[in-house]
């Protein structure tokens, strides 16, 4: 069958454009084929520096014919009647239509539509322009006028002229935009039996053809291909590495290679392994160095600075942690003198770079963290959220409140959060944002700080998303806890919360970040109490009242912020007609904050669960029940009751609810005055039946060990309590008849289920299980 082979080619793309570039150009044009009927095998997009390509296999030769019936209106219709359908089926006249009997309207006029399938070519001509016109770049360019350059003048390799808007022959102002100047289209469909055709269109002057070029350098001239079988060969040969994951495959090995050869281990990077392979066409790795003097600089410092300015590997100590004096470049030439000058020039700029790292370091360790807090004033958190200062008043609170629900020091919890933010104003984070947090650990450590105090300065950021370490020693998780919670709690109460598809201050990565930090460290602290007291300390830093929840004594005050001085003057304040305003306006925009951030929690649970394979209504079913923002005990509830309803017991037992539940529902809504009333316990001395004497001599002592077990957070033998239900609950329901004729036997058993309802929920709201 028929193959699509299309290239693009332009200037260097950027490298953190190419992934996503290859796979839209994939998408868009196999969406728009299989729309026009066209099936086809398979589809696979690739993407250098210089081009886009996709290979699109197995597509028809044309579009398969089409034939549709469609009925009109009744014989002797109006003439505008039979003239609309005329046109919507596109027949000459009546002659063209049949007549059938249709048993509603009669007599029908029916139009018979045949249409050929077209061939694909055509189809290809038709939506590839639109495709490349309108492709999703997240930036795009437009470009000088071109045309066809002089003989010999050739600019960059290519015949277009980029200078002349004032030359006469300059045909007008290129239009289109594109990520980077387009140069040429290879664009050919046929079979692999035959010689494949140019798809016939033009974009913007660009006619597609079957030229390409290879390897800027090594390779500049034109290459003539007709198939992707020749095409990928005829790149190789042009020192061209079409696919992505083959020259990530290169580089890796390479480097691997070379270092082990000399002595040291790579130190791998993802990231910058994919950023690479998106900068060279045809990798070439070599080693480079710098004086042994830099390594005096912290490590990390070393690899942001020879990552982030140089594109380079950094290379450790074989068998340690320790960085090495050298460096791993690819480079997108093979240079004739095995690439020493290209190595020695990397490493002219990687010193130049690691003496400015140095002087930052140096420059830095000359102040105290202390001296720079008052910097934070000037630096704005949000407009609504204060200052950085000011978010550090509220974090050194917080984190001491924090500090004894993690087993922390409170006075040292509040002194990391003190110094937590101070790094933000050092010269190094401004030169590398990415090493905040970790400089604040070492500056915090250089000043005489305690290890804990300075390992929280590093580790509050964490965890910033789900492979990032997630913080064990109790004084980092006060502090992580305070930064995250401080930061939800703030944006909840501005109402700026994440939408759909927009979470601009990250805001559920920072719910996913407590989750962690809660879970994976066993903590059992209730949410609700946290996000209330963030919520007081939010208050008490932004000058509102501070003791609007709480009733205005002296004793309250004490426990709160401790004993003042002049705490009888804040109470006079407190109670004072000129706050009584703003107390209502700050309970008014506060009050929801709590029940809704931790909902907001729970659904961030559940995709924290979800690797898991925890199932989100369980999830659910835990949270409306009581004890819900203890995720710890959550957690547990969830797993015994997943376990238990895997169980003939659980599943029969869900069963036996769902009947129940029903039953009182349509009761309830058949007579909602009366449903107040099956609340109330049921009346031993009115049960008739066995089954339902049965129901309830067995009913009372396990909604008793039932609750006892979930008391002492028991959960599987509350399950088990609540089994012991199962098999009376199924006789109830084959031997009473709920809906009695005598209506004090029927409300004292729509009592008896009332109390099994209530005992089911002791453990879990059965009625939002699914399935």
């Known amino acids: 069958m028929p193959d699509l082979l299309l290239e693009l080619f332009s200037e260097e793309i950027p490298a953190r454009m190419q992934t996503q570039a290859a796979e839209d ?122 045309r066809p350059a002089r003989p010999g003048a050739l600019i960059g390799g290519f015949g277009f ?120 066409e045809w990798p070439v790795v070599l080693m480079g160095e710098f004086e042994q003097e830099f390594l005096e600089i912290p490590p990390e410092v070393i690899r942001a600075t020879i990552r982030a300015n140089q594109k380079c590997f950094v290379l450790k100590q074989a068998g340690t942690e320790k960085l090495a004096n050298r460096f791993i470049l690819v480079a997108n030439i093979e240079a004739s003198d095995g690439g020493v000058a290209i190595a020695a020039g990397n490493g002219k700029v990687v010193r130049a770079r690691l003496s400015d790292a140095r002087f930052f370091w140096e420059s830095d360790l000359r102040i105290k963290l202390d001296d720079r807090l008052p910097k934070l004033d000037s630096i704005v958190f949000h407009a ?100 995250k919670l401080d930061t939800l709690v703030g944006f909840w109460t501005i109402d700026e919360k994440p939408t759909g598809s927009k979470d601009p201050y990250a805001l559920r990565r920072a719910a996913l970040g407590v989750i962690r930090l809660v879970l994976e460290n066993g903590l059992r602290i209730s949410l609700l109490n946290v996000i209330g007291r963030t919520i007081y300390r939010q208050a008490s830093t932004f000058g509102e009242n501070a003791f609007l929840d709480f009733e205005p004594t002296l004793d309250n005050i004490e426990k709160y912020v401790g004993k003042l001085s002049s705490a009888e003057t804040i109470i006079e304040e407190v109670v004072s007609q000129e706050k009584e305003a703003a107390l209502l306006e700050y309970r008014k925009k506060r009050e929801p904050v709590p029940n809704d951030l931790l909902a907001f929690f729970a659904e961030r649970l559940k995709v924290y669960l979800r690797e898991t394979k925890a199932r989100h209504d369980l999830i659910d079913a835990v949270f409306g029940s009581a004890g819900s923002d203890d995720f710890t005990l959550v957690v547990r509830r969830v797993a015994a009751l997943g376990a238990f309803l895997a169980t003939d017991e659980g599943a029969n037992l869900l069963a036996g609810y769902r009947r129940a539940a029903n039953i009182l529902k349509a009761e309830e809504k058949k007579a909602p005055k009366e449903a107040a009333g099956y609340a109330e316990p049921f009346d031993p001395a009115l049960l008739a039946e066995p089954a339902e004497k049965a129901l309830a001599a067995t009913l009372s002592p396990a909604a008793v060990e039932a609750a006892a077990c979930v008391a002492r957070e028991d959960f599987e033998g509350a399950m088990r309590a609540l089994a012991a239900l199962r098999a009376p609950l199924d006789l109830f329901f084959d031997d009473v008849t709920v809906n009695a004729p005598d209506s004090a036997l029927r409300l004292n058993r729509l009592r008896l289920l009332n109390g099994f309802r209530n005992a089911v929920h002791e453990v879990a709201d059965f009625a939002r299980i699914g399935g």
């Open 25 to 146: 150009l994939r998408k868009l044009v196999t969406d728009a084929l299989v729309a026009k009927g066209l099936l086809y095998e398979g589809a696979a997009a690739f993407s250098t520096p210089r081009r886009l390509a996709l290979h699109v296999a197995g597509l028809p030769a044309a579009q398969p014919d089409t034939r549709e019936e469609r009925k009109g209106p009744r014989v002797g219709s109006p003439e505008a009647a039979i003239a609309g359908f005329l046109k919507s089926a596109g027949l000459a006249s009546l002659d063209q239509a049949r007549i059938e009997s249709d048993g509603k309207k009669g007599e029908v006029y029916v139009a018979v539509m045949e249409r050929r399938g077209r061939p694909t070519i055509k189809v290809l001509a038709e939506i590839l322009p639109g495709i490349i016109e309108t492709f999703p770049w997240p930036k795009s360019m437009h470009w000088g006028d071109y």
């Open 161 to 280: 002229n980029t200078t002349g808007f004032n030359d006469p022959g300059a045909p007008g102002r290129n239009t289109l935009r594109w990520v980077r100047p387009l140069h040429s289209i290879l664009a050919t469909f046929g079979p692999d039996t035959e010689e494949p055709e140019i798809v016939p269109f033009s974009v913007h002057g660009i006619a597609a053809g079957v030229v390409t070029r290879g390897h800027r350098f090594l390779a500049p001239g034109e290459i003539a291909v007709r198939r992707f079988d020749d095409y990928v060969p005829a790149l190789e040969r042009a020192r061209v590495v079409l696919d992505a994951a083959r020259r990530r495959d290169i580089i890796l090995f390479d480097a691997r290679t070379l270092a082990h050869a000399q002595g040291f281990d790579l130190v791998e990077d993802e990231g910058l392994l994919h950023e690479v392979a998106g900068l060279v």
């Open 384 to 483: 609504k959220l204060g200052t950085q200062g000011e978010r550090v008043a509220r974090l050194k609170l917080l984190a001491a409140d924090l500090a004894p629900l993690v087993g922390a020091d409170p006075a040292q919890a509040s002194r990391a959060a003190e110094l937590a933010k101070a790094d933000l104003v050092t010269e190094m984070v401004g030169e590398f944002p990415e090493l905040q947090g970790l400089m604040g650990r070492y500056y915090a450590s250089a000043q005489g700080e305690a290890p804990e105090v300075a390992a929280a300065v590093e580790d509050h950021y964490r965890p910033q998303g789900p492979g990032d370490r997630v913080p064990t020693a109790p004084v980092s998780i006060a502090v992580a806890l305070a930064d």
